[in-house]
């Protein structure tokens, strides 16, 4: 006999909860892809990408997962033989630097475990150890979602300024876009990726490369550049189709258009984030209370 009743409720990181409102944006006949409602709602989502990130530069929308945008953060950021530092601290900046060096880039690991934040001490060391200046990108996982560590993207930037090196630093933000702080300008981070079904409540299916003039500058030599996977006419594009290389995905967009609605209008970024950040304090004094006989317990054990 099952037990189970009501609305089934999956707590897993993604896809995450995707409200009502925008399932049900997403339920409507297809839509003209050339003209008229479809392409007048997308000329709005762009500002708002843009409110999401705290970023004055660009966003590129691709019909992918997390692993897509990773690819096309690399395609456009890499050539063959270029070299990649990646920054791991989880799994998933383990899978980044495996996509690059399936893709041909030459990629130095530091690995800091599955329990404690990239040191900014040992990045600056190895940018200056990099006399020739052959790291072309920093990579690093905002909040690894595989171990839960969280890194100060704020303080990478300071290591790569300190060693006065001129790496992009291109962050994975598809755990904790529109869940946690993030300041893509203030920060001066030139990469950032996500996707839609975590923070962005849409079901999975696209995926968001943001970067500054600085990485479209850099990235206009990089022969990884594929015409679905560059950046630049998705972006510049005078045609709506050159947006998507191709056919809108177009009901993700409606879906999207109500979740940004729901995020920055009604509810506030700033909400949102504060949100997640009491919702965390209450996990944290549940494994507090639970863990007293040590049976269970959070795997990072510093809150910040
Ligand atoms: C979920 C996740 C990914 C992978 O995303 P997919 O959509 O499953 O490809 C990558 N990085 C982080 C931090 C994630 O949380």
């Known amino acids: 006999m099952s037990l189970s009743q009501g609305r089934p409720y999956l707590a897993i990181p993604g896809p995450s909860t995707m409200p009502d409102r925008v399932l049900a944006a997403m339920h409507r006949p297809a839509p003209n892809i050339y003209a008229g409602e479809l392409v007048d ?6 500002p708002d990408l843009r409110r999401l990130a705290l970023s004055s530069g660009h966003v590129a929308l691709y019909i992918a997962n997390g692993h ?5 953060a690399n395609a456009n950021m890499f050539s063959r033989g270029d070299k990649a530092l990646v920054l791991a601290t989880g799994r998933f900046g383990l899978g980044w630097a495996e996509h690059a060096r399936a893709m041909g880039v030459d990629v130095e690991t530091i690995d800091f475990g599955k329990s404690s934040a990239a040191d900014p001490a040992r990045l600056e060391a190895a940018l200056r150890a990099d006399r020739e200046r052959r790291i072309r990108a920093v990579l690093v996982t905002h909040v690894d979602t595989s171990s839960s560590v969280r ?11 300190a060693a006065g090196h001129p790496a992009l ?3 994975d933000c598809i755990a904790s876009l529109g869940c946690d702080t993030f300041r893509m300008d203030d920060w001066r981070v030139d990469v950032m990726v996500a996707a839609a079904q975590k923070g962005v409540m849409v079901p999975p299916g696209l995926g968001f490369v943001f970067f500054n003039d600085r990485a479209l500058r ?3 030599s990089a022969d990884l550049a594929t015409p679905y996977w560059g950046w630049e006419p998705r ?6 189709y050159q947006h998507f290389a191709g056919t809108a995905p177009t009901h993700h967009l409606f879906g ?3 979740s940004l609605t729901m995020i920055l209008e009604e509810e506030g970024l700033a909400h949102v984030w504060a ?7 209450t996990v944290w004094a549940a494994f507090e209370a639970w863990g007293q006989g040590g049976d269970i317990g959070l795997n990072v054990a510093e809150p910040t």
Do not use: K, Q, Y
Request: glycine residues 6%; neutral net charge; hydrophobic residues 60%.
């Open 151 to 161: 890194n100060d993207i704020a303080a990478m930037r300071a290591a790569i300024d």
């Open 169 to 171: 630093l291109a962050v």
């Open 68 to 72: 897509g945008a990773w690819e096309a």
């Open 256 to 258: 999207l258009r109500e």
């Open 235 to 240: 972006v510049l594009g005078s045609e709506f």
């Open 41 to 46: 709602m997308v000329a709005t989502l762009w």
């Open 275 to 281: 949100r997640h950040a009491t919702l965390a304090r």
């Open 218 to 220: 850099a990235g206009r």
